[in-house]
C-alpha cells in the first residue's frame, strides 16, 4: 500500500509563492511517475503537473505553465509543486498522485495512488 501525506498549503495573496510537499511511503518511490493535480469548488479534479520516476521529464498544464515548477527528491522520498506568481484562479484543494508507471502521465486513470489533499487559497 502506497501513502501519500501532502502539506504546505495555505492562504496566500495573489502574486505570491506556496511550495507543497508531497511525502510517499509504502513502495520503491524513486521507480514510479508523479503528479500533481487539483479540484477547485464545483469544477472537476484537472491535471496540474507531472514527472518522471528520474525527475528529467516533466508536464505541465498550460494554465500553469512558467509559474510553477514540479521536482522530486528520490532520497527523501518526496516531490515538491513550487508554485509562483499565484492567481486567484489557482485556488483549489490541491492533490499529489502516484502513478503505475516510471512516465509522466496526464490522466487520472494512471494514477492508483492520491493523497488527501491541502488546500490552497489565492485572495485577490
Same mark, same amino acid.
Given at each position: 500500500q502506497v501513502q501519500l501525506v501532502e502539506s504546505g498549503g495555505g492562504l496566500? /495573496? &495573489?502574486g505570491g509563492s506556496l511550495r507543497l510537499s508531497c511525502a510517499a #511511503? *509504502?513502495?520503491t518511490f524513486s521507480r514510479y511517475g508523479m503528479g500533481w493535480f487539483r479540484q477547485a469548488?464545483?469544477? @472537476?479534479r484537472e491535471f496540474v503537473a507531472a514527472i518522471s520516476w528520474s525527475g528529467v521529464s516533466t508536464a505541465y =498544464? =498550460?494554465?500553469v505553465k512558467g509559474r510553477f515548477t514540479i521536482s522530486r527528491d528520490n532520497a527523501k522520498n518526496t516531490v515538491y509543486l /513550487?508554485?509562483? #506568481?499565484?492567481?486567484? @484562479?489557482?485556488? &483549489?484543494? $490541491? $492533490?499529489c498522485a &502516484? &502513478? #503505475? *508507471? *516510471? #512516465? $509522466?502521465?496526464y490522466s487520472m486513470? @494512471? $494514477?492508483?495512488y492520491w493523497g488527501q489533499g491541502? /488546500?490552497?487559497?489565492v485572495s485577490s
Open positions: 496566500v /495573496q &495573489a #511511503s *509504502g513502495r469548488p464545483g469544477k @472537476e =498544464d =498550460d494554465s /513550487q508554485m509562483n #506568481s499565484l492567481k486567484p @484562479e489557482d485556488t &483549489a484543494v $490541491y $492533490y &502516484a &502513478a #503505475s *508507471g *516510471g #512516465s $509522466y502521465y486513470h @494512471e $494514477y492508483p491541502t /488546500q490552497v487559497t
